[in-house]
């Protein structure tokens, strides 16, 4: 089989076809490493996997994707059965914080159950080297910034808990089993796309996120933007967020499996990936309107509950364990996406 032939290069990643899970894929094949997908196309759709396809080139030979849901633990069994994996990168699950509070029995499915059936069947398996998919949400409402990893961490909203929970998971894992090897990777904002413009974020729907609604509104796709409160006490009265690049989000992946494959006693180890910057929602605007050479539209309204005003990372613990910082700034994240909308305004659409 041509995955999972070579030892300590093999790596099973959920929900690669997404969003970061796209990117991340690409740069474990630059790197030398097998990638098995497993990805439901629930919040992903076939052609993201063609172009990935493309992108990799002669490297397409090392990587597979398999439809198969993780909430189907036989799926799971069959696949850990044909394979010999030398860590698993889990990405899959939903993310849309305002849905959890909707309907809260989603997030507990999809995102708590898979993780268990995924989590078992590694354990059934002897794969005990995981890099999880986190988020900044865990550290809730922050009473202080930067934010460090040892932050007190709460859940805001049920998808908050979910990751939440997750975490538990690994860290009562690694307590009972030494044998467990896992990095938390805490992500602040992902923005930006492949430099090649062929793949980026696809949100289904109104988008929730800031970027891709402003780059809806740059596209003439929607007639204004809704400033989410202008009242904060920041520079200019908007919240703050610490926005990363996907592409330096992608390489901090692969610095944590290597981090992982070379520390035999790792642990559990959440790690913040940021860039250590605040950038205000106008700024983003300014950014968004310079790299695309558009007017951003926007209205100034009230705040959207569950905000913070202020959320940006410490990235020293990066720094110190994985040797990896971020290169890109928001001019780059801005026109990567940019040339990403403007090629494909209707994403993976065809
Ligand atoms: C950013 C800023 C909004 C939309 C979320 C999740 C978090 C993580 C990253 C998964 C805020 C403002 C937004 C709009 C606006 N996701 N905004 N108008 O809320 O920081 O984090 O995505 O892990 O878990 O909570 O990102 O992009 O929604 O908002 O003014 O139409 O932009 O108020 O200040 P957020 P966001």
Redesign the pocket.
């Known amino acids: 089989d041509v995955v999972g032939a070579v030892k300590g290069r093999s790596v099973f990643v959920t929900g690669g076809i997404g969003f970061i899970g796209s990117h991340t894929v690409l740069c474990l094949l630059e790197h030398g490493y097998y990638v098995v997908i497993i990805d439901n196309l629930d919040n992903a759709v076939q052609e993201a996997y063609r172009r990935m396809q493309e992108l990799a080139g002669d490297r397409a030979d090392r990587m597979k994707f398999i439809k198969a849901d993780l909430r189907c633990k036989p799926d799971i069994e069959e696949i850990f059965k044909e394979h010999s994996f030398d860590a698993v990168i889990h990405f899959a699950g939903r993310?849309a914080?305002g849905e959890s509070v909707q309907q809260p029995w989603l997030y507990y499915d999809h995102n708590v159950l898979s993780a268990i059936n995924l989590i078992e069947v590694m354990r059934e398996h002897n794969v005990k080297n995981m890099v999880f998919s986190s988020?900044?949400?865990v550290y809730g409402n922050p009473s202080k910034v930067p934010i460090d990893e040892t932050h007190p961490l709460s859940a805001v909203?049920p998808?908050?808990r979910t990751?939440l929970i997750i975490e538990d998971i690994f860290r009562d894992y690694a307590e009972a089993d030494k044998g467990w090897r896992t990095i938390l990777l805490r992500?602040?904002?992902?923005v930006g796309a492949h430099p090649s413009g062929k793949i980026g974020e696809h949100p289904v729907g109104i988008?929730?996120?800031?970027?891709p609604?402003i780059q809806q509104v740059a596209l003439g796709q929607r007639p204004e933007?809704?400033?989410?409160?202008s009242d904060y006490p920041t520079r200019d009265g908007?919240?703050?967020?610490d926005y990363i690049h996907v592409m330096d989000l992608a390489e901090g992946h692969v610095a944590a499996l290597d981090k992982l494959f070379r520390t035999p006693s790792l642990g559990c180890v959440p790690i913040n990936l940021g860039t250590g910057t605040g950038s205000t929602?106008l700024e983003?605007i300014k950014a968004f309107e310079e790299a695309s050479g558009k007017t951003v539209k926007y209205k100034l309204v009230p705040?959207?509950q569950g905000?913070?005003v202020a959320?940006w990372a410490a990235t020293e613990t990066a720094e110190q364990q994985l040797g990896w910082k971020t290169k890109l700034g928001v001019d780059d994240m801005c026109r990567d996406q940019w040339k990403w909308a403007s090629q494909y305004p209707k994403g993976y659409e065809v």
Not at 187 to 190: A, E, I, K, L, M
Not at 225 to 229: M, R, W
């Open positions: 993310k914080v988020s900044c949400t909203s998808y908050g990751k992500y602040f904002n992902p988008p929730n996120n800031l970027m609604y933007l809704s400033v989410f409160g908007t919240c703050v967020r929602v983003m705040r959207r905000d913070s959320v």
